[in-house]
């Protein structure tokens, strides 16, 4: 008894270790990438920008004094911080590059969005519906299509966008496509394990099955004796 508890403490502490963090390292503490450090530039420029702002910085803190004294002391150091690293080039365009795909992933979202709504203007059925016949939201759902419309054929008509919002979309494609494949591959992989088991589980009853008929049999036989 003694021996199956010492053993199961053990399983269960090698599983806790092994889950660990995948994002961290041996230390503990998260790794840092490129793309982590061009988000930290963007949250340091942001809160530089609060501070500079007596407007925002008064609304974001209720024209709380000590608050306000604390987010200019924060943004003090945070505008040192980003004079460091602005200093290296090759972070500098790096982030650049991580900031343009980032941009152009969000207005290929937008033209999904403008499109969406441009779509279900000119679907007088799908309007109803989703306005629940009231004429009023009806006019106002279409006379916002139709500036959506005059935006999405400004940003249709630049080819680059376009060409790179294909290229997004079909690479999402790809990458779900393969997630699908390997989900029916685990899913089959387990179908056929599931089967093993049941085959291997129904010939063991078997065996203990006719293993309990003999000894039923041998027991009659000394009965009679």
Known sequence: MQFSSLFFSLVLATAVVAKGDKNSTSTGTKAVTDKSMCKEMSSLNQLVKLASNETKLADKTKNNATKIADIQAKASDA???LTTMS???TLMS????IDAAAKTDDECQSM????KLVSLAGNDTALADKAKNNQTKIDAIKGLATKAQTKLDAMTSNSTLTTACDSIKSSKASKNGTKDAAASASAAGASASSTAKAKSAASMLNARVGLLSSFVLVAAGMMML
């Open 79 to 81: 505008s040192t911080k």
């Open 87 to 89: 200093s290296n080039t």
């Open 94 to 97: 790096t982030c650049a590059v």
């Open 112 to 115: 999904k969005s403008l499109q």
